[in-house]
């Protein structure tokens, strides 16, 4: 059967094709960062990172930027056989004490670095499952960075949450304690999806919580789903679609599966036969594009939903969106301070990441030192580049003069393979190139990280790709 995306709605391309779909398929980074993640180096170490933190902390006569802050709980009581995150799976919860002891150890030496009290407008506990730890226990991860950092009036306080992990009374402690933005992992509500990855959640618990989130007057609501999950098909998801939308969270974020079992140990335990095929693959993404749009939803660029009045939608329709590595966000780019196993930062024109290891990260901090393993400093091209892949994965647009003011160079002669490369997209619709910029079209936006691709100097051959997911 041919499967194709027809348009319901005005945001929707007319027809975008499953051929133009396969045909641009290829694995990709998301580029929540640039250089991806798979680029640093263990020359950039704990050294490298600290100079970059002290020289952020005295920036600017008018006082440093406000910072981002991301803390990293790795653990979950039981795996999901999808999962392609740092996690530590147990049952032990007393293991997350010292984890919080290991966690104060750090945030001090970041102090140290930063200075004291540096304002924070964005705060966000990822996981594993932020969950895992005690009502307590998140209380004292609260307190101890409340008395690092100043959170700014207005700040986004986020925190992922495991359904499983979660009742109605946890949900008002986090709120009490001033978390504001609330993010729902649910993937799939059909219980034989549910079963085949390992991952029980009935609709009706979710939806409980849910509705309790918006009573307490959390902010902002996110559901996070996944497609190309075994047993899914295109009416399976559909229906998942439908009842995602009957909430009425304020964003959804919505990401395919990559099936890779070398690199993830979990994957091997799900059943390939299972898996939906390629066609199905588009025919469910398809499906879910018109299905939110359908009702009422703005699509906001790759994997992103939000009800229009959301700031997403805000920022997207006002050119305003940035990206980091939570994906879409209205803050500025700034400096981001990543605390915990395996997090990545972001400070100036660096980025570093955390050993992903409890005990090599416990063994760093036990010494003193920053558990920074890893990270890389950037090079003008990648600052460059950064911008233009930026550009497209946000604005849909570059316009060469503001490029070539910032960076001093020549798009059209520095970026010439890139210009040629991008000519067979132009000639598929996904992209117009005009004489001073390079504009993403309506079908284009839903292929954008492969446009943004041809601009990924580290990218170039088919061995790098395999690390990562397919674009569809
Ligand atoms: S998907 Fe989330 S909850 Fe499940 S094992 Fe992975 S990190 Fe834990």
Same mark, same amino acid.
């Given at each position: 059967?041919?499967?194709?995306?027809?348009?319901?709605?005005?945001?929707?391309?007319?027809?975008?094709?499953?051929?133009?779909?396969?045909?641009?398929?290829?694995?990709?980074?998301?580029?929540?960062?640039?250089?991806?993640?798979?680029? !640093?180096?263990?020359?950039?170490?704990?050294?490298?990172?600290? $100079?970059?933190?002290?020289?952020?902390?005295?920036?600017?006569?008018?006082?440093?930027?406000?910072?981002?802050?991301?803390?990293?709980?790795?653990?979950?009581?039981?795996?999901?056989?999808?999962?392609?995150?740092?996690?530590?799976?147990?049952?032990?919860?007393?293991?997350?004490?010292?984890?919080? /002891?290991?966690?104060?150890?750090?945030?001090?030496?970041?102090?140290? %670095?930063?200075?004291?009290?540096?304002?924070?407008? &964005?705060?966000?506990?990822?996981?594993?499952?932020?969950?895992?730890?005690? /009502?307590?226990?998140?209380? +004292?991860?609260?307190?101890?960075?409340?008395?690092?950092?100043?959170?700014?009036?207005?700040?986004?306080? @986020?925190?992922?949450?495991?359904? $499983?992990?979660?009742?109605?009374?946890?949900?008002?402690?986090?709120?009490?304690?001033? !978390?504001?933005?609330?993010?729902?992992?649910?993937?799939?509500?059909?219980?034989?999806?549910?079963?085949?990855?390992?991952?029980?959640?009935?609709?009706?618990?979710?939806?409980?919580?849910? *509705?309790?989130?918006?009573?307490?007057?959390?902010?902002?609501?996110?559901?996070?789903?996944?497609?190309?999950?075994?047993?899914?098909?295109?009416?399976?998801?559909?229906?998942?679609?439908?009842?995602?939308?009957?909430? +009425?969270?304020? +964003?959804?974020?919505?990401?395919?599966?990559?099936?890779?079992?070398?690199?993830?140990?979990? &994957?091997?335990?799900?059943?390939?036969? =299972?898996?939906?095929?390629?066609?199905?693959?588009? %025919?469910?993404?398809?499906? %879910?594009?018109?299905?939110?749009? %359908?009702?009422?939803?703005?699509?906001?660029?790759?994997?992103?939903?939000?009800?229009?009045?959301?700031?997403?939608?805000?920022?997207?329709?006002?050119?305003?969106?940035?990206?980091?590595?939570?994906?879409?966000?209205?803050?500025?780019?700034?400096?981001?301070?990543?605390?915990?196993? @395996?997090?990545?930062?972001?400070?100036?024109?660096?980025?570093?990441?955390?050993?992903?290891?409890?005990? =090599?990260?416990?063994?760093? *901090?036990? &010494?003193?030192?920053?558990?920074?393993?890893?990270?890389?400093?950037?090079? $003008?091209?990648?600052?460059?580049?950064?911008?233009?892949?930026?550009?497209?994965?946000?604005?849909?647009?570059?316009? !060469?003069?503001?490029?070539?003011?910032?960076?001093?160079?020549?798009?059209?002669?520095?970026?010439?393979?890139?210009?040629? &490369?991008?000519?067979?997209?132009?000639?598929?619709?996904?992209?117009?190139?005009?004489?001073?910029?390079?504009?993403?079209?309506?079908?284009?936006?839903? *292929?954008? +990280?492969?446009?943004?691709?041809?601009? /990924?100097?580290?990218?170039?051959? /088919?061995?790098?790709?395999?690390? !990562?997911?397919?674009?569809?």
């Amino acid at each position: 059967m041919k499967a194709s995306i027809t348009a319901t709605n005005a945001e929707l391309p007319p027809v975008l094709s499953d051929a133009l779909l396969r045909r641009f398929d290829a694995p990709g980074p998301r580029y929540t960062s640039y250089p991806t993640a798979d680029r !640093f180096v263990e020359a950039f170490g704990a050294i490298d990172c600290l $100079r970059a933190l002290s020289q952020r902390g005295q920036r600017g006569a008018s006082g440093p930027a406000p910072l981002s802050v991301y803390l990293h709980i790795p653990f979950c009581e039981s795996v999901c056989y999808y999962c392609a995150c740092n996690k530590v799976i147990t049952k032990h919860h007393e293991r997350a004490v010292e984890y919080l /002891d290991a966690l104060e150890l750090e945030l001090q030496l970041v102090v140290d %670095a930063v200075g004291p009290g540096r304002a924070v407008s &964005q705060l966000h506990f990822g996981g594993g499952s932020p969950t895992f730890l005690s /009502d307590a226990e998140i209380s +004292r991860l609260f307190s101890l960075l409340k008395g690092a950092f100043q959170l700014k009036p207005g700040a986004e306080v @986020s925190i992922e949450v495991d359904p $499983r992990t979660v009742t109605v009374e946890r949900l008002v402690h986090l709120r009490q304690l001033g !978390f504001n933005r609330i993010s729902f992992g649910v993937q799939d509500f059909d219980a034989a999806v549910q079963q085949a990855v390992h991952r029980i959640q009935p609709f009706e618990q979710v939806q409980a919580l849910m *509705l309790a989130a918006r009573r307490l007057g959390f902010e902002s609501i996110n559901v996070d789903l996944i497609y190309g999950l075994p047993r899914q098909t295109p009416q399976s998801f559909a229906h998942t679609v439908a009842q995602v939308s009957g909430l +009425r969270p304020d +964003r959804i974020a919505l990401y395919a599966y990559a099936h890779l079992p070398q690199r993830f140990k979990p &994957q091997r335990r799900i059943v390939m036969d =299972e898996l939906p095929g390629a066609a199905q693959r588009v %025919a469910m993404l398809g499906g %879910a594009i018109a299905g939110f749009i %359908a009702h009422g939803y703005s699509y906001i660029g790759m994997d992103h939903f939000a009800l229009p009045d959301d700031s997403l939608a805000v920022a997207k329709r006002q050119g305003r969106l940035h990206r980091n590595f939570q994906g879409y966000s209205v803050q500025p780019d700034g400096d981001l301070i990543g605390l915990g196993v @395996s997090a990545i930062g972001r400070v100036g024109a660096t980025y570093y990441q955390n050993a992903k290891s409890l005990p =090599e990260y416990y063994d760093a *901090l036990r &010494q003193g030192l920053l558990p920074v393993v890893r990270g890389i400093a950037l090079t $003008r091209d990648d600052l460059l580049r950064r911008a233009v892949i930026m550009a497209l994965m946000c604005q849909g647009r570059v316009d !060469f003069e503001s490029v070539e003011l910032a960076h001093l160079i020549d798009m059209r002669s520095y970026f010439a393979e890139e210009l040629a &490369q991008l000519a067979q997209m132009a000639a598929a619709g996904l992209v117009e190139i005009e004489p001073g910029a390079i504009q993403v079209t309506a079908a284009g936006w839903f *292929l954008v +990280r492969a446009v943004a691709a041809v601009f /990924d100097r580290h990218l170039r051959t /088919d061995q790098q790709r395999e690390r !990562f997911s397919r674009v569809i």
